[in-house]
Nanobody, 123 residues
Framework: VQLQASGGGLVQAGGSLRLSCAFS????????MGWFRQAPGKEREFVAT????????RYTDSVKGRFTISRDNAKKVLYLQMNSLKPEDTAVYYC?????????????????WGQGTQVTVSS
């Protein structure tokens, strides 16, 4: 499996970004997907997850109401729409794929990882 994340950048607080993750190598619709992030000096943390169909999602509390995870199984792409961005959202964002249909929030539940895309939110 190959995952290619893109869409990061520098944005002012209150702004928006949409991250994308292109998936290849096996059947995308068989994989639950997730977004994680890692800030300098901190551990990688869960952001959002979505099941195989898009019918089930879960978010970490700090992004609820601001971020939306979605997927296009026909295009094999995972998205993360990020609105009302805050400086504390600054991190490298990683997409990840499970070998399961169902959502999960732990890093060890995901087998395949993308290379990460930097998101920087200025105050």
């Amino acid at each position: 499996v190959q995952l290619q994340a893109s869409g990061g950048g520098l944005v002012q607080a209150g702004g928006s970004l949409r991250l994308s993750c292109a998936f290849s190598g096996r059947t995308f619709s068989n994989a639950a997907m997730g977004w994680f992030r890692q800030a300098p000096g901190k551990e990688r943390e869960f952001v959002a997850t979505i099941n195989w169909s898009g019918g089930s999602t879960r978010y970490t509390d700090s992004v609820k109401g601001r971020f939306t995870i979605s997927r296009d199984n026909a295009k094999k792409v995972l998205y993360l729409q990020m609105n009302s961005l805050k400086p504390e959202d600054t991190a490298v964002y990683y997409c990840a794929a499970r070998q399961s249909l169902q959502i999960a929030i732990k890093t060890w539940d995901y087998r395949d990882w993308g290379q990460g895309t930097q998101v920087t939110v200025s105050s």
